[in-house]
């Protein structure tokens, strides 16, 4: 399995035959592909942690030019539907369910502090044979954070750091203790001047009250597990 970052919170993770596109906003500022880039990587799926502009981003383009389902919760699937896409290109879910892909990936659907448009903000626990990796989407710290620790033996979380909208370096910190993952990447900072962040205080906190390994990707990088 290997996760490549495109900036923000747009990554795809790759595992066996498929390509799980995540929050893609690929014309985000510090993306280093093109939209079309993206589109010739012919994702499988379109996973989208809530409607805003920086999440959903070009979920509905990238969806319309490959065919590849959108995901999340049934409102966000009623409203990309509304935007042109069919709704059997869709997969309605919500919060503490969970769906299969095919090829032994399962999906479960966090809770997320935070705002939507329309519907319930959320996570995903994306758990394939290779490793588990969580997408917290935009969040605040929450205790139940211990329960998705619980559930699933997460390979690697994917936290925002970015604070004003989410957590900042040192709730994410905390949320690591509770999440308990093996590796941690900082996503969702320094896209744009509010949520400016230094990721190497983000790291220094985690390494002061954990043991987790901290990977500061840049855009572009790929992780392998």
Do not use: C
């Not at 090829?103 to 519907?119: C, F, K, P, S």
């Not at 903000?121 to 394939?128: E, L, N, Q, W």
């Not at 390979?155 to 004003?164: M, R, T």
């Amino acid at each position: 399995m290997q996760i490549r970052w495109f900036g923000h919170a747009a990554f795809i993770l790759e595992s066996g035959s498929l390509k799980i596109l995540i929050d893609p906003w690929i014309s985000n500022p510090l993306s280093p592909v093109s939209l079309q880039d993206v589109k010739n990587l012919k994702p499988t799926h379109i996973l989208v942690t809530h409607d805003h502009f920086d999440h959903l981003g070009d979920a509905i383009d990238i969806s319309k030019a490959t065919g590849a389902p959108i995901v999340g919760t049934y409102e966000l699937t009623l409203e990309v539907a509304e935007k042109g896409i069919p709704e059997a290109q869709t997969l309605p879910m919500n919060i503490g369910g969970t769906i299969k892909l095919g090829d032994g990936v399962e999906i479960y659907m966090t809770q997320a502090l935070h705002t939507a448009n329309r519907g319930a903000p959320s996570g995903f626990v994306i758990a394939t044979p290779e490793g588990t990796v969580y997408h917290a989407g935009d969040t605040g710290l929450f205790k139940d954070m211990e329960l998705i620790a619980e559930l699933y033996d997460i390979d690697v979380a994917l936290l925002p750091i970015g604070s004003v909208f989410t957590m900042g370096p040192r709730e994410a910190a905390i949320a690591v203790q509770l999440l308990r993952p093996k590796k941690v990447v900082p996503m969702h900072y320094n896209t744009f001047p509010l949520i400016k962040q230094d990721p190497e205080d983000f790291k220094s906190r985690v390494e002061a009250i954990s043991r987790v390994k901290v990977y500061l990707m840049k855009p572009g990088d790929t992780l392998k597990i």
